[in-house]
């Protein structure tokens, strides 16, 4: 079992930037793949990033591509979101993802909310016009 706690949400305005972490604990880090995903009031939760479990395979939702970037420390047991370019359809709670695979999915399984075993509770991002 892998246990994740997201940080870094908060209040910007367009065009601002933010950072998300996702603290990873409980197994060896570096044998799980990483999602990140948002969900918006009254919609469905939305894949957003996905990074494979060296770091070397990325795979990012169309809506954020060239804007956001996912990446990951094993050292630090860490996955990052660095987000810029902020828009108001951006605010979401967000969530980080585990999947133990060594493998890359693929785009079309690593967008899949569906396929990851391990979920954080979220953090609050809102982006104010």
């Known amino acids: 079992q892998v246990q994740l706690v997201e940080s870094g949400g908060g209040l910007v305005q367009a065009g601002g930037s933010l950072r998300l972490s996702c603290a990873a604990s409980?197994?060896?880090?570096?044998?799980?793949?990483m999602g990140w995903f948002r969900q918006a009031p009254g919609k469905e939760r939305e894949f957003v990033a996905h990074?494979?479990?060296?770091?070397?395979?990325?795979h990012y939702a169309d809506s954020v591509k060239g804007r956001f970037t996912i990446s990951r420390d094993n050292a630090k047991n860490t996955v990052y979101l660095q987000m810029d370019s902020l828009k108001p359809e951006d605010t979401a709670v967000y969530f980080c993802?585990?999947?133990?695979?060594?493998?890359?999915?693929?785009?079309?399984?690593?967008?899949?909310?569906?396929?990851?075993?391990?979920w954080g509770q979220g953090t609050q991002v809102t982006v104010s016009s």
């Open positions: 990074i494979t479990w060296g770091g070397g395979i990325r």
């Open positions: 993802s585990a999947k133990s695979l060594t493998v890359d999915w693929g785009y079309d399984k690593a967008r899949r909310a569906t396929a990851y075993d391990h």
């Open positions: 409980g197994r060896t880090f570096s044998d799980y793949a």
